[in-house]
């Protein structure tokens, strides 16, 4: 596939973009890049009036949420949790199967093409609620990075989550390294890659992290958990462990370059310093922070320290909207918001939603930017409409203009998306089975709207 006639923009070293250029597919990998229309022989597809970016990087989300969006729409993050916790504790493989499809195919229509997700509810009863969430990622096409998240300190134990949502440390321990076996794929072109992540300090014992920590390294995968969300979590460990969250992830072996950690948002300047010198990698997720009133990340501080930063939506619980192209606006306003006009460009967000997102996820060797070699994961943003088309810089009218039609996803060199629609599942169906499925569970949690 030889697509040409508009904008590219490839996020590789030199931030090279050609006004006019090519990129030209082969199966599942880009193979040539540049200006102009390409003298290769194939199938040509103009798509002038088109900016290419490549694929969006989403690297925290819950996909299971999407069927209990709009629940404690004004709360805190605690009293949100605790008023969320018993309607999750009612899922199970069909819902989260039905959950993770509404979920990705939305992630789809915003630019996404790789997205992990952090599964933590593990219902006794609920089935394989992680494997049901694998079969949605590869029904809809995404590149896939499931973590298997646990809790296992309850209130009985001083945790914040009902007892009855929280599993066995041992149980935990040997599910994961189960998930593990079963569906990791390390080779350079997988579509489905683990990572191990107890859910937060404030519903897993440290026991579990340190544990965790030395699975995930035996068997070579990443860690991610949630850290330094808000003021309350902070409260917490200043109380329980007598130090900040970050430092509490120092002593117990949490910090490197195979660590990543969702939210970040309240970090001194000797945190910051300690996640660029360990190579600590974040998740920065903007709407589900001011959604919950978190606080808004020192994202730009991070990313001149050098810290690796990608970007998230969060679970749909705690941003209803789930648009990956909403958090790179978000990045820049949020940024700019909080540290004056020249804090973050336009450009640096979209990194943080491409290469950032891969480097969080190690994957930057493969996907990220529009390379020859490289995965054939990318955008074709349509910006000749009344939306966009007099916006004179087309990276601007992507991240600050209202989000124009997604011409073509390609994942892995398959379309996705075409002309706006997901191509690999029907929509109204799908919309459906969510609706039937958001009452059923909460039907079951006894919630009464
Ligand atoms: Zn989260």
Request: negative net charge; proline residues 5%.
């Amino acid at each position: 596939m030889i697509l040409e006639g508009a904008t590219v923009v490839t996020m590789d070293q030199q931030r090279s973009e050609y006004p006019a250029g090519h990129v030209v597919v082969e199966g599942n990998r880009i193979t040539v890049v540049g200006p102009g229309p390409s003298d290769r022989d194939g199938d040509r597809v103009d798509v002038s009036g088109c900016l290419i970016t490549p694929g969006f990087v989403n690297t925290h989300h819950h996909l299971y949420q999407w069927v209990t969006r709009g629940l404690a729409v004004d709360s805190t993050l605690f009293g949100w949790l605790t008023a969320l916790y018993p309607v999750w504790g009612g899922i199970d493989a069909d819902i989260v199967r039905t959950a993770a499809t509404g979920s990705l195919v939305w992630l789809a229509r915003s630019g996404c093409t790789t997205s992990t997700d952090h599964h933590y509810v593990f219902p006794r009863d609920g089935g394989d609620v992680f494997g049901a969430e694998i079969e949605a990622a590869s029904r809809v096409g995404l590149r896939f990075h499931p973590t298997r998240g646990s809790m296992d300190l309850g209130q009985s134990k001083g945790g914040l989550p009902p007892d009855r949502v929280v599993e066995d440390r041992d149980e935990i321990l040997v599910a994961t390294q189960a998930a593990i076996d079963k569906y990791h794929d390390p080779s350079p072109d997988a579509m489905v890659r683990v990572a191990v992540a107890p859910c937060s300090p404030f519903s897993v014992t440290p026991e579990l992290l340190t544990e965790a920590a030395a699975l995930a390294r035996r068997s070579g995968v990443l860690l991610h958990t949630h850290l330094a969300e808000t003021l309350d979590e902070e409260e917490f460990c200043r109380e329980k462990f007598g130090c900040t969250p970050i430092e509490y992830m120092e002593r117990l072996g949490w910090l490197g370059p195979d660590v990543w950690f969702a939210h970040a948002v309240h970090l001194s300047d000797d945190a910051i310093r300690t996640m660029a010198s360990t190579g600590t990698g974040v998740a920065h997720c903007p709407s589900s922070n001011a959604r919950l009133g978190a606080g808004i990340c020192r994202s730009a501080d991070l990313y001149r320290a050098g810290v690796r930063i990608g970007l998230g939506v969060d679970g749909a619980a705690s941003n209803e909207a789930s648009s990956l192209l909403e958090e790179v606006r978000h990045a820049v306003l949020f940024a700019r918001a909080r540290g004056g006009p020249e804090e973050l460009a336009v450009r640096d967000a979209v990194e943080m939603a491409t290469m950032g997102g891969a480097r969080v996820l190690r994957r930057e060797a493969e996907i990220g930017s529009l390379e020859p070699g490289k995965l054939a994961d990318l955008a074709v943003w349509r910006l000749d409409g009344l939306g966009h088309v007099d916006v004179v810089d087309p990276v601007a009218a992507l991240v600050l203009g209202a989000p124009p039609p997604l011409e073509l996803l390609l994942v892995n060199g398959r379309p996705v998306v075409e002309k706006d629609r997901v191509v690999t599942v029907d929509e109204t169906d799908l919309a459906a089975e969510v609706a039937a499925a958001s009452k059923t569970l909460l039907t079951r949690a006894g919630v009464t709207l």
